[in-house]
């Protein structure tokens, strides 16, 4: 079975690349890795250019509705994916890309990470991104939950802002 490139892990990758910015370029290629990105190309602007694409990224999760994040995302989608192609570029099966072939690390970032997000908003719902809502974190969450009402980054987050809920009251 062949997993769809685009689907919720890069979505996620994003998430963890803007929480815990990698801190090299060989960080970043780790970080690919480990969120089973396959690195076909690096380059020394490569660690540059992908911090660029997260804080461009963050305007999508950061905007006030959801045409603005609608308008945003198409942007930048017009700005790095290309028409889709089929291709067994790796010896992995057949799959579609939405990027140009010979993509730099952060060309093929780009394209996984906004085709991962388009597909996330549209298919789970376009709120389905955003920042946690505990009054001291503004970690960035993608909500993959099954009835789609995340509000915090993590359990620990939710549990802590309950507490000062409680302490309140």
Partial sequence: MHI???GEDPVLLAVDLANDPPADLDDLVRRCDAH??????VG???FEGCRALVD???TVVDADDVPARVARLNA??????????????????????????GATLTGQLAVLI???????LTTRGMSRLGRCASSDCAAVFADV???????????????????RRHRAA
Wanted: aromatic share 8%; hydrophobic share 30%; charged share 20%.
């Fill in 76 to 101: 930048l989608l017009a700005e790095h994916a290309s028409h889709p192609r089929v291709t067994d570029h790796a010896g992995t099966g057949w799959h579609i890309h939405y990027r140009e072939s």
């Fill in 56 to 58: 461009a990224w963050l």
């Fill in 145 to 163: 939950s099954r009835n789609g009402r995340q509000r915090y980054c993590s359990p620990r987050c939710g549990s802590r802002e309950a507490v």
């Fill in 114 to 120: 906004l085709t991962g997000t388009a597909l996330h």
């Fill in 4 to 6: 769809n490139p685009y």
């Fill in 44 to 46: 020394a602007e490569d």
């Fill in 36 to 41: 089973d990105m396959l690195v076909e190309t």
